[in-house]
């Protein structure tokens, strides 16, 4: 049980190249989630998917795509990257929104440069 | 907007001795509340949650919080510090007609030996 898996670990972009995180988990759950971690911010959720099929915007969705390809991937994609996405990005899950106990993937360390 | 505020970028306390971080939320209406740990270069894990049961709740690693609607809180605290506690803790808030985390920009515990 590997529970959330993220790729890539580490990632250096050029201002305007693309990219996709990936992100899956085995535990099946409907929803799942992306996170941004900047320091002194605490985490701010980019995008969410309640349940397969659906996308939601959060509360930094700006410069950001995602997809739900099934229950158990959500991709995030950066079109045209920029300084302003340095971040450390998390990936997580959980069965429901509101009370339920997200489980986070290891993060993804990008640098745009 | 639900807001959440935690008191102290840093905390140091000495092995032994008690931990208390401190949390409070705005919400309009008693909200799910969650503290997650994060330890250095790991994703975070649910330490515990608070959703309308008991108010005072005990989580893992013998932390526990107690929620306090008068003073709309929801403090950490440990008997006695371990060496091992020292990480990142952040307090979440999730009304409940709300899918979204709004979290606290995390307390770095720190302990001495």
């Known amino acids: 049980n590997a529970g959330v898996t993220q790729t890539p670990k580490f990632q250096v972009l050029k201002t305007g190249q693309s990219m996709t995180l990936q992100c899956a988990q085995d535990?099946?759950?409907?929803?799942m989630y992306w996170y941004r971690q900047d320091p002194g911010m605490g985490l701010r959720l980019i995008y969410y998917?309640?349940?397969?099929?659906?996308?939601d915007k959060g509360e930094v969705p700006n410069g950001y795509n995602v997809s739900r390809l099934n229950k158990r991937e959500f991709s995030l994609r950066l079109e045209s990257a920029a300084p302003s996405q340095t971040s450390v990005y998390f990936c997580?899950?959980?069965?429901?929104?509101?009370?339920?106990?997200?489980?986070f993937g290891p993060g993804t360390r990008l640098t745009v440069t | 907007a639900q807001s959440v505020t935690q008191l102290g970028s840093h905390v140091s306390v000495s092995e032994g001795a008690l931990v208390l971080l401190r949390c409070n939320y705005s919400?309009?209406?008693?909200?799910?509340l969650f503290w997650y740990v994060q330890y250095p270069n790991q994703g975070l894990q649910l330490l515990l949650k608070?959703?309308?049961?008991a108010t005072l709740v005990k989580g893992i690693n013998g932390f526990e919080a107690e929620f306090k609607k008068s003073e709309t809180s929801f403090h950490l605290t440990k008997p006695s510090a371990h060496m091992s506690d020292a990480a990142e803790y952040f307090c979440?808030?999730?009304?409940?007609?709300?899918?979204?985390?709004?979290w606290g920009a995390g307390t770095k515990l720190i302990i001495k030996p």
């Open positions: 997580a899950s959980s069965d429901g929104l509101a009370a339920y106990e997200q489980y």
């Open positions: 608070y959703t309308s049961a």
């Open positions: 979440a808030v999730s009304d409940r007609s709300n899918y979204q985390l709004i």
């Open positions: 998917s309640a349940s397969e099929g659906t996308t």
């Open positions: 919400s309009s209406v008693p909200p799910y």
């Open positions: 535990m099946n759950h409907n929803s």
